[in-house]
């Protein structure tokens, strides 16, 4: 089992900054892809980012590509999220997902993934 837990999450202006991480535990997750997913007030869950067990290949949702970039730290057992620009359509609790997965395709389908953290909120003020 692998247990995830996000931080970083809170209140910003618009235009800020925030780095969400995720945490691990469990199991080393350097074999894992992981992802990361929002989900606002009424809205269906969103892809995000998403990154390669190796870091090597990254992927991001239409909506946020080139203000976030996701990252890892396998020594750590940590994946971030490091969000810029941000908006007040960012505003939604954030969740970061794993699958064990040793290729660089990794989906943008939140059935895809095993595991979830319990998710942090941003909240982006106008």
């Known amino acids: 089992q692998v247990q995830l837990v996000e931080s970083g999450g809170g209140l910003v202006q618009t235009g800020g900054s925030l780095r969400l991480s995720c945490a691990a535990s469990?199991?080393?997750?350097?074999?894992?892809?992981m992802g990361w997913f929002r989900q606002a007030p009424g809205k269906e869950r969103e892809f995000v980012a998403s990154?390669?067990?190796?870091?090597?290949?990254?992927y991001y949702g239409d909506s946020v590509k080139g203000r976030f970039a996701v990252y890892r730290v396998n020594v750590k057992n940590t994946a971030y999220l490091q969000m810029n620009s941000l908006k007040p359509d960012d505003t939604a609790v954030y969740y970061c997902?794993?699958?064990?997965?040793?290729?660089?395709?990794?989906?943008?389908?939140?059935?895809?993934?095993?595991?979830w953290g319990q998710g942090t909120q941003v909240t982006v003020s106008s």
């Open positions: 469990g199991r080393t997750i350097s074999t894992y892809a």
């Open positions: 990154i390669s067990w190796n870091g090597d290949s990254t």
């Open positions: 997902a794993a699958k064990s997965q040793l290729s660089q395709v990794v989906l943008a389908t939140a059935s895809w993934y095993d595991y």
